[in-house]
């Protein structure tokens, strides 16, 4: 296999699941991911700082991949109302924070209304602060909302972009693949109203993130099915701001506890995903996440130097990758910046549309 005429020519999927397969030229192939990322973004290596707000652990969902959530009627549950988390909000605007995350299990008596309420609030209250960015409401929370408001989901996201939501995480993604969903996430969204949800996002003024969840029962062949939907997506559209690849944290989720699976993936496997990533995606999407409060650190250091750009956000309280076996912590600006500074690239914080912020 010639690996350097990727770098000039589009990869196909055949070409994408022969990479995976490939464990002679494994480094090469980090390699050449490496090389188009310079070519493409540089050195610079972007940061956010940002926090989670965990709304509810309530979820209809049922994922065999979650050990966060938990049922209405558990002594455990919670439900943060609007003020709640307007509060939380101006903590983090006050702790000198740029972005707020606002997301939570799929709750029953959540609505389209109830979450433009929260958008309000939130932008009211840290406005007098200089405002908070907000990002918030999976393509799921979204789709649940619309259905218990009665409207259809253009309805919902005009009314949520007309409250100054402008983007969105693009979770519940986890594998677009309908026979790997009907496994792990039987209760969710279908791939194809996945990607209408997505689309019809970003044709409303709402651009997303996009995600996978990889290292449980997937095959080569549905990671390239997935990323190549993503693919086709921004090309379409134009509005995804990044990718982010989620490694399946395996310890206290019912796919392990059921023997399903033993472990998450390897760190080869790790390397590697984010390597082919880079090389489909060149310049459509440009941004390549190492979430480092799921993989920690070193292996972060890595995946920068196998096609990644960001390290994603401080993230002052990541509930969900705790709950289901996270050991790693969250991280202080000077962590993040050390960290991208000790492998030989130049730190620099952005917003959430990956505008420098000097």
């Known amino acids: 296999m010639d690996l350097m005429s990727f770098k ?6 055949k070409d994408c699941v022969e990479l995976f397969e490939d464990t002679e ?7 050449l991911a490496d090389s188009i990322r310079k070519d493409i973004v540089g ?24 050990a966060f959530s938990v049922s209405k009627n558990s002594p455990e549950a ?27 299990g799929i ?27 907000t990002h918030a409401y999976s393509p799921q ?45 039987p209760l969710k969204m279908s791939t194809k109203k996945w990607i209408d949800i997505m689309k019809t996002a970003h044709k409303t003024g709402i651009k997303t993130t996009s995600t996978i969840i990889y290292g449980h029962v997937e095959e080569y062949k549905h990671i390239v099915d997935h990323l190549s939907i993503l693919k086709e997506i921004q090309e379409e559209t134009g509005g995804i701001t990044e990718f982010i690849p989620m490694s399946f944290l395996h310890e206290n989720t019912p796919l392990y506890k059921s023997g399903r ?3 998450g993936a390897s760190g080869l496997y790790e390397l590697k995903l984010y390597a082919i990533a880079r090389i489909l995606f060149k310049e459509s999407i440009k941004n390549i996440q190492a979430p480092r409060v799921k993989i920690g650190t ?16 401080t993230l002052v309280e990541d509930k969900v990758s705790k709950a289901a076996g996270s050991i790693y912590e969250d991280a202080s600006v000077d962590l993040m910046k050390n960290a991208i500074t000790s492998i030989g690239r130049i730190p620099k914080e952005r917003t959430t549309l990956y505008e420098i912020i000097e």
């Open 8 to 13: 000039e020519r589009e990869i196909s999927k």
């Open 25 to 31: 030229n494994f480094f090469d192939i980090l390699k």
């Open 43 to 66: 050195d610079t290596v972007t940061f956010v700082k940002n926090t989670n707000i965990e709304t509810t652990n309530v979820c209809t969902m049922g994922c065999k991949f979650c």
């Open 78 to 104: 919670f439900k943060l109302d609007s003020d709640e988390i307007a509060k939380k909000a101006v903590i983090a605007k006050k702790s000198g924070l740029t972005e707020v995350t606002i997301h939570g």
């Open 107 to 133: 709750h029953p008596d959540v609505d389209t209304h109830f979450q433009v309420e929260t958008i309000n609030k939130v932008n009211s209250a840290t406005s007098k602060l200089g405002g908070i960015y």
């Open 141 to 185: 929370e979204i789709l649940n909302g619309a259905e218990n408001a009665g409207l259809s989901i253009k309805e919902a996201l005009k009314m949520l972009n007309e409250a100054g939501l402008r983007t969105i995480p693009g979770t519940a993604a986890e594998i677009l693949d309908d026979e790997v969903r009907s496994d792990i996430c």
């Open 261 to 263: 699976v033993t472990d």
């Open 298 to 313: 070193k292996l972060s250091q890595l995946i920068l130097k196998s096609g990644a750009n960001d390290l994603g956000g």
